[in-house]
């Protein structure tokens, strides 16, 4: 009897070892989100936010947009996108868990692409008005630029949030479901910490030789590169990801639908 014990609690390891590889090329993605309540708030403190003549909404109010896109996306992928694509896949949810989540990868890569962009034209419009050297001053560029990154990533949480939660708790071993939630859970803890070590690791580089890449003064600074940085990142995390997705196994076959 102990021998079998001990049999069993070799196989849930493996079984929970053969998750690892997901988890890993999941962390990028999850660096990105922690950008959605830090620096995507910060650049909407520079901008105008006047809503008519008096009344100034706070820049961390856009984070409501992700709930808002979230919300509002999800029955349009149930009710909508699933039928479509089950009719070229075969699979009664449309997509298997990994597909799901590599496309909510791809939106996530998207989004940090569009925050760089609009971060070039807000430093751009800063220097068209001579606000370069004037932090506190509001720079004319509407809060609303910042909605579409906010968008794209809160329609990325209906892919790959989603898909991790179900992939996680459904390929651990039975005996082991909690621990499939914890895994979900720390992807977000370990990209929360990564990403404030990264920040560190860059500021300290680029200080050094001049005007930090996340200088207090946001108008020298260049969060336009980070954003950059993150989206290279995140494509070479899409690689990796599509390596060990495509070799993956699944524990069950009621996991792909």
């Known amino acids: 009897m102990a021998c ?88 009664h949810s449309g997509l298997t868990l990994l597909q799901r989540i590599g496309i909510g990868m791809v939106l996530s890569m998207m989004s940090m692409i569009v ?40 329609i990325s949480e209906v892919f790959t949030m989603v898909g991790l939660q179900e992939f996680f708790y459904d390929q651990v071993p039975a005996g082991v479901r909690s621990l499939g939630l914890a895994l979900y859970l720390s992807i977000f803890g370990m990209g929360n910490f990564i990403s404030s070590f990264l920040v560190l690791l860059i500021d300290w580089m680029t200080g050094r030789g001049g005007e930090s890449w996340f200088s207090n003064n946001l108008n020298r600074a260049h969060l336009d590169y980070f954003y950059w940085l993150l989206a290279g990142l995140s494509v070479v995390e899409l690689i990796i990801y599509i390596y060990f997705a495509n070799s993956y196994i699944y524990k069950k076959v009621t996991a792909l639908v």
Not at 140 to 154: D, E, I, K, T
Request: with cysteine; net charge neutral; proline share 5%.
């Open 4 to 91: 079998y014990s001990s049999e069993e609690q070799v196989e849930e390891a493996k079984g929970v070892l053969r998750l690892f590889p997901i988890w890993a090329t999941c962390l990028i993605y999850a660096i990105v989100y922690a950008q959605c309540s830090t620096f995507f708030v910060k650049q909407g403190v520079t901008m105008d936010r006047l809503i008519g003549h008096d009344f100034e909404i706070p820049s961390s109010a856009l984070q409501s947009f992700l709930s808002i896109s979230i919300v509002v996306f999800i029955p349009i992928y149930d009710r909508i996108l699933v039928p479509i694509v089950r009719n070229f896949t075969g699979i």
């Open 115 to 154: 925050a760089a962009l609009v971060e070039i034209k807000r430093l751009d419009t800063a220097k068209e008005f001579g606000l370069i050297d004037k932090p506190n001053s509001t720079i004319p560029m509407r809060l609303w630029w910042l909605v579409p990154q906010y968008v794209l990533y809160g």
